[in-house]
């Protein structure tokens, strides 16, 4: 059970008190005719340590979320 101060994991709902800042990343592979890329979502989310290890992400910086 969450303690009553836990927030939650806006990627895997998982609840933690410790989470990250982050904006998401979806990467696109490349195909035989399609150059691969990244589309960076604006708004930033607040993830868990194990989803920041896992998926693509970038970290935000404090001055960044203003």
Not at 40 to 55: D, F, G, H, K, T
């Amino acid at each position: 059970m969450a303690s009553a101060g836990a927030t939650v994991c806006e990627n895997c709902g998982h609840p933690d008190d410790d989470l990250v800042l982050v904006r998401r990343v979806y990467l696109v592979p490349p195909s035989w005719d399609t150059p691969g890329r990244e589309m960076v979502v604006a708004q930033p989310e607040r993830w868990c340590v194990s989803c920041v290890s896992q998926y693509p992400c970038e970290i935000v910086n404090d001055d960044d979320a203003r």
